[in-house]
């Protein structure tokens, strides 16, 4: 299993509890649109994600962050900066 692919396990479990309509989640999964989250849902899930992975996400990174696969690489970006 690559790094990618362990780091996307872990987000996966990150989205599950915000995944109120059930919705099959790939890379291409949109967080506004697909899942259908607001303001309040992204800010908690961003900080659920810079604790599970010991990163800060800047309100401009998130801006750029639409979809999952963006997500997993946006992170891995970051950790490779730590």
């Not at 696969?69 to 950790?79: T, Y």
């Amino acid at each position: 299993m690559t790094d990618r692919d362990q780091r996307r396990e872990r987000i996966l479990a990150l989205i599950e509890p915000y995944n109120k309509k059930g919705v099959e989640v790939t890379d291409a999964t949109r967080f506004a649109q697909d899942l259908e989250w607001d303001s309040l849902t992204v800010l908690d899930f961003v900080a659920a994600i810079e604790d599970e992975f010991d990163i800060i996400i800047t309100m401009n990174q998130q801006a750029e962050i639409e979809t999952v696969g963006q997500l997993i690489d946006a992170v891995g970006a970051l950790e490779a900066k730590k």
